[in-house]
């Protein structure tokens, strides 16, 4: 039932797979735009938002891993992670 759909990631129109997806989505009566967007960059999220007029629902699903035991997990580490989820969803 949604009807308009902005799918944003990095590599936006050149991730894998996403024409076809795009396609499963239409075929559902979906409009939807590709959009390349660091989330973790807050002004390219700012530009993400000032091109969608009606924004209702976000889901915030981006994330890159760095698993490691406790130990080997350094500040830079876990900063890339946690700029990605938790500063994705804060923006
Ligand atoms: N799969 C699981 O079993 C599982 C379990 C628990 C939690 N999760 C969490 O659920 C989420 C989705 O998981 P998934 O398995 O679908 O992961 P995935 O296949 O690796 O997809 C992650 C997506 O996030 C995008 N992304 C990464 N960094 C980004 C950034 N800075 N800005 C915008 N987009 C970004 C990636 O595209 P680009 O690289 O093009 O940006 C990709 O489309 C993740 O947060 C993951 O940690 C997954």
Do not use: F
Request: glycine content about 18%; aromatic content about 2%; proline content about 1%.
């Amino acid at each position: 039932g949604v009807e308009n759909i902005v799918l944003v990631s990095r590599r936006g129109l050149a991730a894998p797979g996403v024409l076809g997806l795009v396609a499963e989505l239409e075929g559902l009566g979906a409009v939807v735009r590709v959009v390349g967007c660091d989330v973790g960059d807050r002004d390219q999220v700012v530009g993400l938002l000032e091109g969608i007029a009606d924004l209702r629902v976000v889901v915030h699903a981006a994330g890159v891993l760095d698993d490691g035991v406790l130990e080997s997990l350094s500040a830079g580490r876990v900063g890339e992670v946690w700029r990605v989820k938790v500063g994705g969803a804060l923006h």
